[in-house]
Each structure stands twice: as C-alpha cells, then as structure tokens.
C-alpha cells in the first residue's frame, strides 16, 4: 500500500563528470509520489546527464540516489528509438518490448488510439513526420503505469499542441495513481501542469 507524499526519487550530494569535466552538481532532489519535477536550463546545463545519473544509466562521480520500490522505471531518452522499417504498432510493440512493458493486444491497441496513432498504424514510420515518431515513442507511457517513476527526457519535443496536450493527460494520470515523474524541457509546459515544480540547471550546479 502506497501514499500520497511518500518519497518516490532522491539524490543527494551528486556530482556528474562527463569527459572529465564536472558538469553537475546537485545538494539535494526529492520526488513524492503523486509528484511531477520540471528540469529547466540552457543547452548544456546538465538535465540529460541528471536523468541519465536518475535513472541509474550513468555511474555518478559523488552522491547518491535512491529510488522507491522494485516495481522500477521508465526512462525516455531524447532520442527517438523508433525503426523506420517497422510500422507504427510494430514499432510500438518493439519498444514494449525492450523496457519490458505492457504488450496485451489490448492495451497495444488502447495506447494506439490514445495517442491517435491507431489510423496510421500499419505505416512505416519512416513515412512519419518528427511530432508522429514523438509521439510512438511516447505511446508506451500508456503501458507503463506499474511503473511509479518516469524519468523523461525533451518528450514535448516536436509534439504540436494535441500531441502536447496527450502528454499532459498521461503525466496528469499517472501523478493521479501516485506515480511521479521528472521531464526535461525547453519549452514552457502546457496549461494542464501549471504548478508542477521546477528546478533549474546551470551548468555544473543547481540553483
Ligand atoms: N558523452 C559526452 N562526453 C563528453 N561530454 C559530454 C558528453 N555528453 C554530454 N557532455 C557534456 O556534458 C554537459 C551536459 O550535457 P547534457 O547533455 O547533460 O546537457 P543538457 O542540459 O541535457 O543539454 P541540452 O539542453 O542541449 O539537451 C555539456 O557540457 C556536454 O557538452
């Protein structure tokens, strides 16, 4: 039995090097359960490097992070793992797959239509334009819901205002089921998370 508040995510004293620079320093993060945590900064500043640390894919050079619960993550990278060979649903299937997801027909299907994926779902995604391969790759978040933390990088990136407005409905759900979330974002978020909190970035320390 899990409750409102109780911690999901913290990281503490981190420090992150890349190529033998340190480019982040961090005193302290927390996530709640039914909390969502906006990274903001400029090019560079570090939110890539903090997910990746966050999501336990990059070895810290000092600190800490500890998560919540065997039940896991889902991380996102910027990086759109969608094959152009394959088609939407297959496309959606692989990435279920491969973070070990989801993959009932059913909730296949439902995830399709609730990203308005389902008409075009036998198409190459190479016939897809950027804001259509975002959003398959983010259509697995619909089969992610045991997971309590997501950790995604740029997801509102190439999204048009519906795509945009998808996202805001699933990171609104899935803080409604106490889960919680930190995303990475250049754009300012849509009016549907106004509120959400956020921590800035600057390039070797946190503001
Ligand atoms: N593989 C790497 N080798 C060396 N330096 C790297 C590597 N990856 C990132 N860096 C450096 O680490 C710093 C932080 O990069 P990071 O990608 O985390 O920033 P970011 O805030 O996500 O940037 P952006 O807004 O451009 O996506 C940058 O100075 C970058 O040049």
């Known amino acids: 039995m899990t409750s409102e508040g109780q911690e999901l995510l913290r990281a503490e004293g981190l420090a992150c090097d890349r190529g033998g ?19 903001r ?15 336990g894919l990059l070895e ?54 609730r990203w308005q994926l389902w008409e075009r779902r036998h198409h190459p995604a190479r016939r897809l334009s950027q804001g259509l391969r975002r959003r398959v790759s983010l259509a697995r978040l619909d089969l992610a819901a045991a997971r309590p933390l997501w950790l995604l990088d740029e997801p509102f990136d190439a999204l048009d205002d519906e795509g945009q407005a998808l996202l805001a409905q699933a990171l609104t759900r899935h803080r409604l089921r106490q889960g919680g979330w930190v995303l990475s ?14 921590l800035w970035l600057d390039g070797g320390a946190a503001a």
Do not use: F, I
Request: glycine letters at 12%.
């Open 60 to 113: 810290p050079a000092a600190g800490e992070v500890w998560r919540d619960g065997a039940e896991g993550l889902l991380y996102v990278g910027h990086t759109l793992a969608v094959k152009d060979d394959l088609s939407v649903a297959e496309n959606l299937e692989c990435l279920a797959e491969l973070s070990a997801l989801e993959t009932r027909p059913r909730a296949l299907q439902g995830a399709l239509v």
């Open 21 to 39: 620079q340190r480019v982040l320093s961090l005193r302290r993060l927390t996530l709640s359960r039914g909390a969502g945590l906006w990274l």
């Open 185 to 198: 974002s250049h754009q300012g978020l849509p009016a549907q998370l106004d509120g959400v909190q956020a």
């Open 41 to 55: 900064g400029r090019n560079g500043s570090g939110k890539t490097t903090l997910l990746r640390a966050l999501a």
